[in-house]
């Protein structure tokens, strides 16, 4: 049996799969940053944290709540975990996010400081 080479190749009933590149959306290219975790690792005897406390959640308040997230840790109740992050002081506070991690020591009472870090961690990437 002889096979001719020009005969056309049997037709499939399979849809052809398109080799178009789909088009990106407007917003696709620019992603915003992963949410800020921030956890502030107090001392419940110490009016430095209390203070570091109230600062703290002053400057968050023009943050939507889902770009930021804050925890904070007493150390006497839970002092492994504070040693994890590195952490020998209080107040402390500490930026855990896709950047490199920040650690602010102090009762926070300087606002530009923080605005500073906020903005710089969730603003979008060029």
Do not use: C
């Amino acid at each position: 049996m002889m096979i001719d080479a020009a005969d056309p190749r049997r037709a499939s009933s399979r849809p052809r799969r398109s080799t178009a590149v789909r088009a990106k959306a407007p917003d696709e290219g620019h992603r915003a940053k992963p949410p800020i975790e921030l956890v502030l690792y107090v001392s419940s005897i110490s009016p430095h944290s209390t203070a570091a406390l109230r600062n703290i959640r002053r400057a968050l308040t023009k943050y939507s709540g889902s770009s930021v997230t804050l925890t904070v840790h007493d150390l006497s109740k839970d002092p492994e975990r504070a040693e994890r992050d590195g952490v020998h002081f209080t107040p402390t506070l500490v930026t855990k996010s896709s950047g490199p991690r920040t650690w602010i020591v102090g009762h926070l009472g300087n606002p530009q400081v923080l605005q500073a870090l906020l903005d710089s961690a969730l603003e979008p990437p060029e």
